[in-house]
């Protein structure tokens, strides 16, 4: 049992690349989530889903793109990169929405746009 | 704003004491918050959640308060050990946009000394 696995671990990107973060999880969850971590301002929910086929959007979406094809997988994607999307990244899962439930995190990609 | 407010500035004890970390949350009323871990190059980590009802909540050497009133929320670890060292977020659970959300503090890096 993985949990969370993120790929690739660390990334490099000139401005105006594209990219595509994938997380991964084998826990049979059903809602699945992208933050973004940077210095002095927590994570912020970048987009959401709350199952396999559906997306939404979360605090910061803009520049970003994702997909939930398969229940275990949902993706990030980066069209156009731009220095301000340097960050972290964490994808997480959860069972459910319940108030009660735990997100379970990844272990994070690190990505830095040039 | 939707600010968590956790003390930016590392908290530094000894090993042995309590440490206590604050967590304030002024412009919300949420009735659920959860505190998690979280070490370097690594995603978060579940520790805890509180209900508005509950005041009070432990396990183990941890022990979390939950003050409606003051909109804040305490993290006490007691006979701490180094291997306590480690940032930890809060985070409430909030109704913004439409749906309740979980959203993250900055966190606050603690570092107990041997």
């Known amino acids: 049992n993985a949990g969370v696995t993120q790929t690739p671990k660390f990334r490099v990107l000139k401005t105006g690349q594209s990219m595509t973060l994938l997380c991964a999880q084998d826990m049979n969850h059903e809602y699945m989530y992208w933050y973004r971590q940077d210095p002095g301002m927590g994570l912020r929910l970048i987009h959401y889903s709350v199952g396999e086929g559906t997306t939404a959007k979360g605090e910061v979406p803009d520049g970003y793109n994702v997909s939930r094809l398969k229940k275990q997988n949902f993706l990030l994607g980066l069209e156009s990169a731009a220095p301000s999307q340097t960050s972290v990244y964490f994808c997480a899962s959860s069972y459910s929405r319940s108030p009660e439930e735990t997100q379970y995190f990844g272990p994070g990609t690190r990505l830095l746009v040039l | 704003s939707q600010k968590i407010e956790q003390n930016s500035e590392a908290l530094n004890i000894q090993e042995g004491k309590t440490a206590t970390l604050t967590c304030n949350y002024t412009n919300y009323s949420p009735a659920y918050l959860q505190w998690y871990r979280q070490d370097p190059g690594r995603g978060p980590v579940f520790l805890l959640l509180?209900?508005?009802?509950?005041k009070e909540k432990r396990k183990e050497r941890l022990k979390v308060t939950f003050d409606t009133t003051l909109k804040q929320s305490l993290f006490h670890i007691t006979a701490s050990q180094p291997a306590d060292s480690a940032t930890y977020l809060c985070?409430?659970?909030?109704?913004?946009?439409?749906?309740?959300?979980?959203?993250f503090g900055t966190g606050t890096r603690l570092k107990v000394l041997a």
């Open positions: 509180i209900r508005e009802n509950e």
């Open positions: 985070a409430p659970r909030v109704y913004i946009s439409g749906t309740y959300k979980y959203i």
